[in-house]
């Protein structure tokens, strides 16, 4: 776990797991503060990219324990989400935060030489959002569902699925609007974590699935803590 927190040092600290002695210790140092950035494993070592401080860079933890800088990125890029294709070795990062433009609908495709391209934009920009992939009829989609369509605005409940690089939101809604969720693709099938309401102590700790064959979620348990 890289990044994150309140004081400079945490934005430039890397923790690793210990299973000996069951405990988080520093692993890394950045070469940039990062918080609210996007990651990526690869085969020859763990990307961070983006983020608030450092939003049109990335540096690379190699694993020889270094870390260097990489690839710069087309767009700011600042609390988005990003999907992985280890078929392709590419990452997908979708919308983000813009202070230009305050939301972000830009989809872009990166590899480990940098940007390569850019995919059709997002129906609704949003930021704070979930974002994942999965399998049907041999068919991979991708999709993106929640997040905070705007500074100061209510969290989204609606889902988009990129199929033949067209994005189409879904007839189901999440089950409250929610941003700050988290999914994750288990043995094909998408889960959603947590998230917020946007309101003071609005924390979840629902896990939702959804269903891709009648496209809508559904809540299927609960983790501990919100």
Known sequence: TCGGGEGDTE?????????????WVQSHTLRQGRQGHVSWATDSGVYLIGGQI?????????LNGSVVESFGLKYD???????????????????????????????SVYREAGWQRDLTPLNQGRYLHACGS????????????????GFGAAPLD???????????????????????????????RVLIFGGSDGTDGGYKNTILEFSYETESWTEIGAMKEA
């Open 134 to 149: 999965y399998i049907n009829g041999g068919k991979k989609f991708y999709m993106v569902s929640g997040g905070i369509p």
């Open 77 to 107: 890029t600042r609390v988005a989400c990003a999907i992985p294709d280890p078929d392709n070795k590419e990452l997908i990062i979708t919308g983000g935060y813009d202070e230009q433009k305050d939301e972000r609908k830009a989809v």
């Open 54 to 62: 450092s939003s049109k860079t990335s540096e690379k933890v190699m």
């Open 11 to 23: 934005w430039t600290t890397c923790v690793k797991w210990s299973p000996v002695s069951r405990t």
């Open 158 to 188: 609606s889902t988009e699925i990129l199929s033949d690089n067209v994005w189409r939101t879904v007839a189901g809604k999440l089950p409250i609007p929610i941003e700050s969720l988290r999914a994750a693709t288990i043995n094909n």
